[in-house]
């Protein structure tokens, strides 16, 4: 047999393919499409014929991009998607053809159910198109990657998206002023948090594509200081840019990042987060105790977390939940070998209030572990604070409900000054 050149062979199996008819030549179309999906390899002149020729064109749209053949014919669907994906690898002609053709469809199907192997392969046509011929705006990919990723957290998906989180890699990891700017142009709160819980889960998967960029850090905690005092205010009408979902995942995302070592010389630094997360604790505390507080009040009760409890079962979704764990444990992180904090720790009068949060809450689990901690912080190597809490006597063990219904003895510490 006379050997043909990639691109006219490319040719003759799109021809054969074109003369068929898709719903009576499924088997027949499937063994071309492996032929011609093997073909793009060969050559670049391979794929700019497939990504130039309109009539496949418009064979993709009718595969790839109808629901009923995502459904109905996935294997054709799937080799239909491949075979796009090898005309644009490498080759900056085709991706612009490709994209020009396809482009818009392309974005919105990468994000939409039913999730699995389509959308991966969408955005890693989407990814090579970007890495290459810069086509796709940085708005619309991260956009695209939100709305992915919100798909995943409504479905609970466990399937691996690997070229979401390549995509997502460009912006947290090595562009954060321009991952800044996307997050600041999405339309709704709904997407900006979602964004959020993103870099959220990065962290809790120990930054696996690279430390998160330093300037979308500085950037997180600015935000949280601008738009912090929205949380005691969560009752009121906010506008979306103060909505307090928002700030309690910045604040997640704090506690999270400093106390890793590689995140936490970013925030040891900026004293200006101390203070604001400080003393938003106080304040919460404060109002807290108000008759009429708009914050929940401790759960320290078995009957209040048991199933018969006349307390609303989605507590665990409301704003307050763990918000007094997420600030004592920023204040513990930033207090670590910090003498500046420490410092400003003495001069606020912090540690009356950490001792305060020394007690069991269910709607703030761990909160008295890491006051704990935050006080030990405050104390070590500083002979001022350790002063404070010598200066406080024992009373005997505070009254905890929870623990008196477990016939424990043990309980949050009652203090008072020994002055008084």
């Not at 054709?76 to 090898?86: D, E, G, R, S």
């Not at 979602?194 to 979308?216: C, K, M, Q, W």
Request: glycine share 2%; net charge negative; with cysteine.
């Amino acid at each position: 047999m006379a050997h043909v050149e990639p691109h006219k062979e490319t040719s003759e199996v799109l021809e054969q393919i074109l003369k068929l008819n898709i719903a009576e030549n499924v088997a027949e179309i499937t063994t071309l499409l492996k032929n011609l999906r093997l073909v793009l390899t060969q050559s670049p002149e391979s794929q700019r014929t497939l990504a130039k020729n309109a009539e496949f064109a418009r064979f993709v749209r009718d595969v790839v991009f109808n629901p009923i053949m995502r459904t109905e014919h996935r294997t054709l669907h799937i080799l239909t998607l491949q075979v796009l994906a090898n005309s644009v690898v490498n080759n900056e002609e085709s991706q612009a053809a490709i994209w020009q053709a396809h482009g818009a469809q392309i974005a919105e199907q990468a994000a939409i159910a039913p999730l699995g192997s389509s959308n991966n392969v969408l955005l890693m046509i989407m990814y090579n198109i970007y890495m290459g011929a810069r086509l796709p705006g940085d708005q619309l990919v991260f956009e695209t990657c939100v709305k992915l990723w919100q798909a995943i957290i409504e479905t609970q998906t466990d399937y691996n998206f690997e070229y979401l989180h390549f995509l997502m890699e460009q912006f947290i990891v090595k562009d954060g002023r321009s991952c800044v700017q996307c997050y600041q142009q999405l339309k709704s709160v709904e997407e900006r948090i979602t964004f959020l819980d993103y870099v959220a889960h990065y962290l809790r998967e120990d930054s696996p594509n690279g430390e998160i960029n330093n300037i979308l850090l500085q950037f997180f905690a600015k935000e949280f200081r601008l738009k912090s005092d929205c949380i005691l205010r969560e009752t009121i009408k906010l506008r979306h840019q103060l909505h307090p979902r928002e700030v309690h995942t910045l604040l997640r995302i704090i506690a999270s990042a400093s106390g890793s070592e590689k995140y936490a010389k970013t925030y040891a630094a900026d004293q200006s987060l101390f203070i604001n997360v400080s003393s938003l604790l106080r304040c919460v505390i404060a109002a807290g105790k108000e008759p009429d507080s708009c914050l929940d009040k401790p759960m320290t009760k078995l009957e209040e977390v048991a199933l018969s409890s006349n307390i609303d079962a989605d507590y665990e979704a409301r704003v307050s939940f763990e918000l007094k764990t997420l600030l004592v444990r920023c204040t513990a992180n930033l207090l670590y070998e910090n003498v500046a904090n420490r410092g400003y720790c003495l001069d606020t009068q912090l540690l009356p209030a950490l001792l305060e949060c020394t007690v069991m809450d269910a709607r703030n689990p761990l909160m008295r572990e890491w006051s704990i901690l935050a006080i030990r912080n405050a104390c070590f190597k500083c002979p001022e604070a350790q002063q404070v809490i010598a200066q406080l006597t024992l009373q005997g063990a505070a009254p905890n409900d929870l623990l008196s219904e477990l016939n424990l003895d043990l309980g949050a510490l009652r203090i008072t000054d020994r002055k008084q």
